[in-house]
């Protein structure tokens, strides 16, 4: 039976329920299918090989989405390749198109769990009311081990962009 965790992220102070596990320091992360930009499978096995941030987002089309994927698409410029960047969510592959149009984001990968549905119970944020994923941070080593892990609290909120980018700075 898959986890259930009540109240583990709000919107406007109303509890939502995330579907599967919370992750923790130190697991390793677990693997995937999701939708690249040109409709293709993507695996977690096919992210591995250098340290990347999972920046895992509602829906592109809301303010703190658009704000957080802005912000880690500029960070991630300043890595260059030494580290992969992923903007996570349930908008189909078209709605990521447009949007990496509309901030001309060039420095990240965007990512669509919105066919298979693998990611979201797998990472533990997986909203059952909305079926949207809920704002999250992941950063992994090149071997898949998690580095930093945040669940933000509140939907509406950033996460802590200092954290993840220190944690994801020390793996270099």
């Not at 895992?56 to 809301?62: E, F, G, Q």
């Given at each position: ?28 992360a ?34 703190v ?108």
């Amino acid at each position: 039976m898959t986890e259930r965790r009540l109240g583990a992220q709000t919107l406007h102070g109303r509890p939502l329920t995330l579907i599967g596990p919370e992750l923790r320091l130190g697991d390793l992360a677990p693997g995937f299918q999701m939708l690249g930009k040109d409709l293709q499978p993507v695996r977690f096995e096919q992210t591995q090989g250098k340290p990347r941030i999972f920046s895992v987002v509602p829906s592109l089309d809301t303010g703190v989405c658009d704000l957080q994927s802005r912000r880690f698409n500029a960070e991630a410029a300043k890595f260059r390749d030494a580290l992969s960047v992923y903007t996570i969510s349930m908008d189909t592959p078209f709605a990521q198109a447009r949007w990496c149009g509309a901030a001309d984001a060039q420095n990240l990968v965007l990512l669509s769990d919105i066919l298979d549905q693998s990611f979201g119970p797998a990472y533990g944020v997986r909203i059952e009311e909305l079926g949207l994923l809920a704002r999250a941070v992941f950063v992994l080593d090149g071997s898949g081990r998690l580095r930093h892990v945040q669940y933000v609290g509140e939907m509406g909120e950033h996460p802590d962009y200092d954290a993840a980018l220190s944690a994801a700075r020390e793996l270099l």
